[in-house]
DNA sequence: CGGAGTGTTAGTCG
DNA sequence: CCGACTAACACTCC
């Protein structure tokens, strides 16, 4: 699911909803969802919510968080106590809006005024864990700074890009080199940096390299500016998911016209992923 | 109806 | 260490 702008959407549009709140209760309809103790958070007050690479960590005034990895699928949804707004996000599933708990509800956390926060996931890939500060720097020992973070600069990445021959995609969606890069926004910023997805990263020259972290920030920061992507192929409530799906590039856009020189759209399988990008724009010169 | 494909990533194996 | 592949799981599409 959630990619960098789908999360940091989450937690901002949950963190004036839920940031202040008491815990009241915590429900694991699936034990795979949650890992950790659920006596201790009884009463604990959730004292902030932020995001670090593709992880939301929703911090506790015990001093612990609740980490939370969507991965796929996952759905974080609020509602008001009786109310029938929600407000959240995350994979857009036919369900999502129309029943809570419903099918892939996983978690519910009911807060002292009786509103809840649930947990949906239909694969079952994606966690909530209670962890203490040094555990969770643990879950990001081998994750690289995201690839909004001013640390990521030309030398920072071009160091990264030259020590590898892999694709120039699989690099850039990896964690260890840059955080937060996911599918619709490689292909996308790949486009955009007019550089053929298979290009042997160690090869790109100076202003490749340039362009192509340019590109990278420039869709990100797309991507939270029009609240994430939610592509689905059916209809549902309109204004509740994001909008960068009406901008994107080339993510699912196969067979049409590129919008840049009108050449259809490719598909090809890189590194086990559907990867898009148009054979007019980005030219293979390995 | 069987098999492939899915916005992720950790683990394993060579 | 590096890189390629697979599993975790449920559902939709062809």
Known sequence: MPELPEVETIARRLRPKVVGKKIANVQVLRNKSFQGDLDVLLR????????????????????????????????????????????????????????????????????????????????????????????????????????????????YFQTRLACTNRAIKQVIMDNAMVAGVGNIYACDALHLAKIHPQRISASLTEAEVQALLDSMKTVINLGIEHEGATIAHFKHSDGFGGGYQHIRRVYAREGEPCMVCRTPISKIKLGGRGTYFCEGCQVLNN
């Open 44 to 155: 604990l007050n959730i004292v902030d919510i932020s995001r670090r690479s593709k992880i939301l960590q929703l911090k506790l005034s015990s001093g612990n968080y609740l980490a939370i990895h969507l991965k796929m699928t996952g759905q974080l949804l609020y509602r008001e106590n009786g109310g029938s707004a929600i407000v959240g996000g995350g994979h857009p599933t036919a369900d999502w809006l129309s029943q809570l708990p419903g099918r892939h509800t996983r978690v519910i956390v009911t807060f002292s005024d009786s509103s809840q926060l649930f947990f949906n996931d239909m694969r079952v890939f994606g966690w909530i864990r209670h962890m203490t500060p040094q555990e969770l720097a643990q879950e990001f020992i081998h994750t690289a700074p995201d690839i909004i973070d001013e640390s990521v600069d030309y030398q």
